[in-house]
């Protein structure tokens, strides 16, 4: 098993929404994505007479993490067909170069289906809770966990809002820190270099991309404490391995 442990830093606001099945005339429109702990004053989380404090926060799935790692690479690798059907890469994709197609299969799994392989996905993303030096601060009234962002149409003639035209989106503020870790499982003969350096190289990608909703309005930049290497760098390994 190899480990990438960091810390998950929102340089923007970041959005990953959430349903909401009620309706609240002057609320949110689109919710992020909330779970509710109880910490103790440190900011710890846990159970018991010592964690007296019910939080409501937000955190990020792994699953966001993943699919968004997993699109970044494909396309960089140029694994994804302009005139395809757009589906993600698996075993029975002829897109692209072959082995750069088998290692994304391999890292990240494919739904099942005839003539798919019979691999384990190897990377595990772990949702992304917020550190307990934010809680602590939240609970301490020193920040907020949430923040409303009005977002409107504009009418093209008129350059005003459009009737119905404006929203309200709840963000995750900007400074905010969530704690990251994912582990990729190996086996004998496994090409361990070759799966942590394309890993590390997705999220750098990710860092000039962004993570959740609305990323061409500015939301969801990200940047990971103690991933130092640089693109070029990674993309070098990860080629010579190949």
């Given at each position: 098993m ?8 929102l ?13 609240k ?6 919710p992020v994505?909330?779970?509710e ?6 900011g ?9 404090t019910?939080v409501t ?12 790692v ?14 395809g059907?757009?589906?993600v890469?698996?075993?029975s ?14 890292l ?5 289906g ?36 009005a ?25 905010v820190?969530?704690?990251f ?5 190996t086996?004998?003969g ?8 394309t890993i590390k190289?997705?999220?750098k ?31 070098k ?6």
């Amino acid at each position: 098993m190899r480990t990438i442990e960091s810390k998950l830093k929102l340089i923007t606001g970041l959005h990953i929404g959430a349903s909401d099945d009620s309706m609240k005339i002057g609320g949110i429109d689109s919710p992020v994505l909330k779970r509710e702990v109880f910490c103790n004053t440190g900011g710890e989380v846990g159970f018991g007479n010592e964690f007296k404090t019910k939080v409501t926060e937000p955190y990020i799935a792994g699953s966001s993490l993943k699919g968004k790692v997993r699109s970044l690479l494909e396309h960089y690798f140029r694994l994804i067909d302009p005139q395809g059907d757009g589906k993600v890469v698996d075993s029975s994709s002829e897109f692209g170069n072959s082995k750069k197609r088998d290692l994304i299969v391999k890292l990240f799994g494919e739904s099942a289906g005839e003539n798919k392989s019979a691999n384990i996905t190897r990377v595990v993303f772990r949702d992304c809770f917020i550190t307990n030096d934010v809680r602590k601060a939240y609970v301490e009234h020193k920040i907020a966990l949430s923040e409303e962002k009005a977002e409107n149409v504009i009418d093209r003639k008129t350059g005003t809002t459009t009737n119905g035209g404006l929203r309200f989106i709840e963000r995750v503020p900007s400074a905010v820190e969530f704690d990251f870790d994912l582990t990729i499982r190996t086996f004998e003969g496994d090409e361990v270099e070759l799966f942590e350096n394309t890993i590390k190289l997705g999220l750098k990608l990710l860092e000039l991309d962004a993570l959740g909703g609305s990323g061409s309005r500015g939301y969801g930049k990200v940047a990971f404490s103690d991933l130092e290497e640089k693109i070029d760098d990674l993309v070098k390994k990860v080629e010579s391995k190949i």
